[in-house]
């Protein structure tokens, strides 16, 4: 019972060879090397697959890309492809002539060495008044004030703040009413 007779067997195997006659005869020459070519190419990218680096990669942002889908976080990420490139696409030439423009002009203005001290010296004044505020028993309320307002270095200190706001204010409007280069 477990044989196979013998008159389906030959009966298959000459329907595959007319299968395979008919294959033959459809294909020509040039879908025959676009189908080798094609194998190869599959090969190759089978090949490259099966080596250690890429196949633990490959692993790897597949687990990823689970892990984005569990939580929800693949869609944005998909959203932020398709912004970019909307963009990208978006983008003229003048727009990102004007970029580049803008980004060297702050590189060539705000990368001095004179703004680069003045930073590093308000910094340290910075450092040096939190400490000189931290110190216990300075004692506060309206009386703390008055003995505060007082002292000769308060009062220099407000009127350096008060002249420098003017100062600051006068040049703001200045630069208002300016014509714009």
Not at 58 to 74: E, F, K, M
Not at 100 to 118: C, K, Q, R, V, W
Not at 123 to 146: H, Q, R, V, Y
Request: overall charge negative.
């Amino acid at each position: 019972m477990n044989e196979i007779p013998k008159i389906e067997v030959d009966s298959s195997a000459a329907e595959m060879a007319r299968l395979a006659q008919g294959v033959r005869d459809a294909l020509s020459d040039s879908m025959v090397e676009r189908l080798t070519s094609t194998a190869g190419n599959a090969l190759e990218v089978v090949d490259k697959l099966n080596e250690p680096d890429v196949k633990d990669g490959i692993i790897s942002l597949l687990d990823a890309v689970g892990t984005l889908q569990r939580t929800g976080a693949l869609q944005t990420v998909i959203d932020a492809l398709f912004m970019l490139h909307a963009m990208r696409s978006a983008a003229t030439d003048s727009m990102v002539d004007r970029a580049f423009s803008f980004i060297e002009h702050m590189a060539n203005n705000l990368g001095t060495e004179d703004l680069a001290t003045l930073a590093h010296e308000a910094k340290g004044a910075m450092e040096d008044a939190i400490d000189s505020c931290n110190i216990p028993g300075g004692g506060g309320g309206l009386f703390g004030t008055i003995r505060m307002l007082s002292q000769k270095e308060t009062q220099e200190a407000l009127r350096f703040m008060l002249s420098f706001s003017c100062s600051l204010k006068k040049r703001a409007v200045y630069l208002a009413k300016s014509p714009q280069v």
